[in-house]
Nanobody, 116 residues
Framework: QVQLVESGGGVVQPGGSLRLSCVAS????????MNWYRQGPGKQRELVAS???????NYGDSVKGRFTISRDNAANTVFLQMNNLKPEDTAAYYC??????????WGQGTQVTVSS
């Protein structure tokens, strides 16, 4: 059974930092692209950051220079380091493991709230 379990969300003041983690089980982790998405109140889900199996990274325009995605294949874990957080970063953050349309898995999400 495939499981993606996110952790690390919480409430932080503007300008603060958080580090999200996502531990995967039941998949050949190294073969998957790992992605972070988010969905804010009243907004569509958007791609925040992605890292393919070769280590190539991509970021959404709104988080470039502030967020960093990394992965530890030995630990089946992907991370999202979020710095200089802004109120508009408030959202539920979801971990996604993608290999193909038949191998597309999601976590349950972790809430990030940026507020003073």
């Amino acid at each position: 059974q495939v499981q993606l379990v996110e952790s690390g969300g919480g409430v932080v003041q503007p300008g603060g930092s958080l580090r999200l983690s996502c531990v995967a089980s039941g998949i050949s982790f190294a073969a998957y692209a790992m992605n972070w998405y988010r969905q804010g109140p009243g907004k569509q889900r958007e791609l925040v950051a992605s890292m393919n199996r070769y280590g190539n990274r991509n970021y959404g325009d709104s988080v470039k220079g502030r967020f960093t995605i990394s992965r530890d294949n030995a630990a089946n874990t992907v991370f999202l380091q979020m710095n200089n957080l802004k109120p508009e970063d408030t959202a539920a953050y979801y971990c996604n493991a993608y290999r193909s349309t038949s191998f597309d898995h999601w976590g349950q999400g972790t809430q990030v709230t940026v507020s003073s």
